[in-house]
């Protein structure tokens, strides 16, 4: 409403003053109309990605598949924020325990000749 309200008197008033008037920031006002609503091209292709391979590899090999098959240069922290933002994290197999039942399967010699 405020970016609406704005953009409508922008001719009339500058944008400083219309911004004292709300009391917001210059910057917010600014950040607020250059924010896309809807998820942006990268991120489509991110979401793409993960789904075609069900959601099993993590952020750095997405990364890779972005700049091998789509030709663009974006860090690894990026794909990683944008997974975490649509909460397309990578499903992390657990490991197993390895439980030693009975006697250890490493015999180590006595040297001190303990009993």
């Known amino acids: 409403v405020f970016v609406q309200?704005?953009?409508?008197?922008?001719?009339?008033?500058?944008?400083?003053?219309?911004?004292?008037?709300?009391?917001?920031?210059?910057?917010?006002?600014?950040?607020?109309?250059?924010?896309?609503?809807g998820p942006s091209e990268l991120e489509k292709k991110i979401i793409d990605i993960c789904g075609d391979l069900k959601f099993r590899i993590g952020h750095?090999?997405?990364?890779d598949l972005l700049r091998?098959?789509?030709?663009?240069?974006v860090n690894r922290?990026?794909?990683?924020?944008?997974?975490q933002k649509f909460n397309i994290q990578c499903r992390v197999k657990p490991k197993r325990q390895n439980y030693i039942a009975g006697e250890?399967?490493?015999v180590v010699p006595n040297y001190l000749n303990r009993e």
Request: one cysteine or more; a positive charge.
């Open 5 to 37: 309200t704005v953009e409508m008197f922008k001719h009339k008033y500058t944008v400083i003053a219309l911004c004292e008037c709300f009391g917001v920031a210059k910057a917010t006002y600014y950040r607020w109309r250059g924010k896309s609503w």
């Open 77 to 83: 922290n990026t794909v990683q924020r944008i997974m």
């Open 60 to 63: 750095r090999m997405v990364r």
């Open 104 to 106: 250890s399967k490493i």
């Open 68 to 73: 091998k098959e789509h030709k663009l240069k």
